[in-house]
């Protein structure tokens, strides 16, 4: 009697965790709409860079991909040539830099489409977020021990 009971109330409870969690999927991105207060107009146009991105993105990593695997081919052969080895790497230091370039400018890009209000709003989000995430990361730290002089100058002296 009490197997069953437990294991009902196991089954109910892992039901409920798989539906709040299948509830919740797709709800980020509607709560920074929300947020921003974005008109229709603004919403097509980050729907656009959004598709435009993940071409983008999509092209460098098939791109980084094939380089890797010609890099992954020229490291197991020992008799590679020198000249082939250096143009690989350059070729993908080349493309790693162009990637950055591209990601810095269509940030620039982006907020260009927002309003000097969301925009503001945008950046105390963001902050909030990283002053969350230093939190986060100290707390981790600090309970293990790691790194307890990096952010809050915790350095501790042995005895």
């Known amino acids: 009697m009490k197997k069953s009971i437990f294991g009902c109330a196991l ?53 980084m991909r094939k380089l890797g695997e010609d890099w992954r081919a020229v490291r197991r052969d020992p008799q590679a040539d020198p000249k082939k080895v250096d143009a690989l790497i350059d070729e993908m230091a080349r493309l790693r830099t162009d990637h950055w370039k591209a990601v810095y400018h269509s940030r620039t890009e982006l907020r260009k489409m927002f309003t000097p209000e969301q925009l503001a709003k945008l950046d105390r989000f963001k902050e909030r977020m990283r002053d969350w995430r230093m939190a986060r990361n100290h707390y981790f730290h600090r309970s293990r021990g790691f790194f307890r002089h990096r952010l809050f100058g915790e350095i501790q002296q042995k005895s």
């Open 11 to 63: 089954v109910s409870i892992l039901l409920g965790c798989g539906l709040i969690f299948a509830l919740g999927q797709g709800q980020p991105q509607e709560k920074g709409r929300r947020f921003l207060n974005l008109t229709p107009e603004q919403r097509t146009q980050l729907e656009k860079y959004r598709e435009a991105r993940r071409a983008e993105n999509r092209a460098f990593r098939d791109q």
